[in-house]
């Protein structure tokens, strides 16, 4: 055996009270915290990607667009809800297309929209993966595919840059980087136009815009100052109010605010019923630890035993309301009681019965005879506390020439 086993004692335990507890502690902040990330893990997650998203700070995103319309004392915000593509409540909806993903239905879009195509294609910076490696043209078929989810009879057309463009909302040189990006179509009704296509057009009968160049909205164009001014002269002239909220929406990009079961009951008006529930299981967690020994047996509804018989005879009785008329009853019991006592002859009638104890009562010096003690009980009493004087005083006459007889 060794030096170290002869020091310690044979019941010594290394875990004690405080570590117990500080281990359980540590066990249920990290099982809170594993299910709060599993919760708003979606929401937690990195947005900033690159690509023309709200979200991105890389050239072709809007981060940008949303940051300045911020510091102008613009209302915006960001959506990840795909309902208010049906209901914008009077809000303007700022939907920049991706190149390729998630596709819309134009129907379920309600006004007043402003739609942005998308024109450039990029490759991702594996160092930084917030920003682009490198930029190019789209395809135009590919725009094209974007283009007809919003005009099938839409066609997508690149020019020079245009130099000086008048504009329902000033005259502007815009500055668009290699080509600009225009549509043609005869059921669009041309907003900018140029000789060579629409650059901001509107569907026929709906308060929905299309831009169909995004270099005068994303990171890339606003670093111009005069795309700038275009642009925000646009914003302002789509929303038609300088005070109308923004909403640009983020479900096309793919972050769709999804609804679980963990998140709802960890949040409002939840939340409250979750902690009592979690509390009570706790509370018998607790209760469970501590318990000790047998656990005790349940008594039986009817107690045994002579006593538990009267005392569930005289609750019957209660209940039933016939106590008062147990006098009688009484009386019998007491007289065939005491003929059994004194030896009395069985053959008497109740009238020779009482007339023989009423003379030993006399020759035994008992102030009362059994007559009045015993015929006070011969009618049902009036009340309860009636009932009991008229049989304690007929019981204490059994006694005394009960005793008196010994």
């Known amino acids: 055996m060794s030096a170290t086993s002869e020091r310690l004692p044979e019941n010594s335990n290394p875990f004690s009270g405080r570590l117990i507890f500080v281990l359980i502690a540590v066990g249920i902040v ?9 919760a708003w893990s979606p929401d937690l997650a990195r947005k ?34 795909s309902e208010l593509l049906t209901y914008s409540d009077g809000r303007l909806m700022v939907l920049t297309l991706p190149l390729s993903g998630r596709g819309f239905e134009i129907d379920e879009v309600t006004g007043p929209a402003l739609i942005v195509l998308p024109k450039w294609y990029f490759v991702a910076n594996p160092a930084q993966r917030a920003f682009e490696l490198d930029t190019r043209l789209a395809r135009k078929a590919r725009v094209d595919g974007q283009l007809g989810l919003i005009e099938t009879e839409a066609s997508l057309h690149r020019l020079r840059n245009p130099g000086r463009v008048e504009t329902p909302f000033g005259r502007f040189t815009p500055d668009f980087d290699q080509e ?18 629409q650059l901001l057009s509107k569907l026929p009968d709906r308060d929905i815009y299309l831009l169909s160049d995004p270099d005068l909205l994303n990171n890339f164009g606003l670093s111009r100052i005069e795309n700038a001014a275009m642009g925000l002269s646009l914003i302002d002239y789509v929303s038609d109010d300088a005070s109308r909220p923004l909403v640009f929406d983020a479900t096309i990009h793919g972050f769709e605010q999804s609804d679980n079961l963990l998140k709802t009951l960890l949040d409002i008006p939840f939340l409250g019923a979750t902690l009592v529930a979690l509390a009570t299981m706790g509370l018998i967690g607790w209760a469970a630890a501590i ?44 007289r065939r009681a005491l003929v059994r006592e004194l030896g009395l002859p069985k053959t008497l009638s109740e009238a020779e019965t009482a007339a023989l104890l009423d003379r030993m009562g006399h020759q035994s010096g008992i102030e009362t005879d059994w007559s009045h003690a015993g015929g006070a009980l011969s009618e049902p009493a009036s009340s309860r506390d009636d009932l009991r004087h008229k049989a304690r005083a007929l019981w204490r006459w059994r006694r005394e020439i009960t005793h008196g007889n010994q």
Do not use: C, W
């Open 180 to 197: 600009m990006q225009v549509v043609k179509s005869d059921k669009l009704e041309e907003i900018v136009g140029l000789p060579g296509g």
């Open 30 to 38: 990290s099982f809170a915290a594993v299910m709060s990330l599993m």
């Open 291 to 334: 318990r000790f020994g047998a656990p005790e047996r349940e008594a039986p509804a009817f107690a045994p035993g002579k006593q538990a018989l009267a005392d569930n005879s005289a609750g019957l009785i209660a209940t039933a309301r016939r106590e008062t008329r147990m006098a009688p009853g009484y009386l019998s019991l007491t």
């Open 48 to 81: 900033d990607h690159p690509g023309a998203t709200p979200y991105s700070r890389s050239a072709t995103g809007y981060a940008g667009l949303v940051d300045m319309l911020e510091r102008d004392g613009r209302d915006v915000s960001v959506s990840r809800r």
